[in-house]
C-alpha cells in the first residue's frame, strides 16, 4: 500500500450490510473507487464517488 505503514495495511473494518455481517480489508475502496472514475469524461462520476468516501469517512471507515 502507497505510504501505509506495514501494521495498518492488515486492518479490517467490520460492518452490517443488508442485515448481514461483512467486511473491508485495505484495497477494498481503493479498488471501487478506480472502477467508479475510469469514466474521466464524466466529472458528476468522479464527484459523487468523492461524496460516496467522504461519507464513509465521517462514518468511521478508516
Known sequence: GFDIAKEAQG?????QFHGQPAELKHGSVVIAAITSCTNTSNPSVMLGAALVAKKACELGLE
Open 11 to 15: 486492518k479490517v473494518a467490520k460492518f
